[in-house]
């Protein structure tokens, strides 16, 4: 069975469903309220699991009610946890998130200040074990050694390259594929021009490059050539997770060596049956669904 390691940070997120995103100061009633796990490599290792391959999720959670309801909800999605670094009394990460009834949202992050960045703990894990390795950015020291260790055993890495103010051009120079959120891409290149943007991104990297677009769907490059897979047409609830779950997908699909066009197609499947729920996590689909899915998009 497919083994991947996800590397990055786990968050508690708290979403509020309201008619129109707020433009300014004031009051505002939420028509709904759910508190689900997210962040970028924790999200994705619960799509790889309900895709139906192993993972773990390697990450830093404090000792809180919050990390332990994180830590719990990971194991009951078929997550492996034991790699987990948990620090005494700490907090654990956070996010409020708001939803629109267009599924558009706005989030507000407050990563833990709690839980150190010195991935020393890392030692103790074998990298040479999996099929893949998956990075957030959000942990920039912890992607780092992962990258550097999996590169060493020869095992293929994916970089979730969302917008962070640090600079990732180390963590792209390792990737073997980096996979920017369009913002990623514009920051790190400084370019607004997606082609432009991708031929530079190309350039700090001998991997491959891709740029998701939200339901334009994906652009990457082949042999310098610029290709593209549509997204899907779903009824849209709630984008919220979905940059995530497609690298969760997009790894599985890598690992699978499936071709770049299958495995981006496959990606954006799972992202967007992901959409048509509420929440982060709760529509992410089984093989069988997406599988079922793409046999009716001809």
Known sequence: MIKIACIGIAVQDRLYYVEKLPQGGGKYVAQDYKEIGGGPAATAAVAIARLGA???????????????????????????????????????SQSAVLVDQQGERIIINHPSPDLSYDPDWMKQIDFSQYDLVLADVRWHQGAEYAFTQARAAGVPTLLDADITPQDILPLIQLADHAAFSEPGLIKATGENDVTKALTLADHMTPGTVYVTRGKSGCFWLEQQELQHQSGFSVNVVDTTGAGDVFHGALALALAEKQPLSQAVRFANAVAALKCTQPGGRAGIPDRHQTDAFLSLCV
Do not use: C
């Open 54 to 92: 192993q993972v773990d999720f390697i990450g830093r959670l404090g000792d809180d009610a919050t990390g332990k309801t994180l830590l719990s909800e990971l194991e009951s999605s078929g997550v492996n946890t034991s790699l987990t670094k948990i620090f005494s009394q700490a907090r654990s």
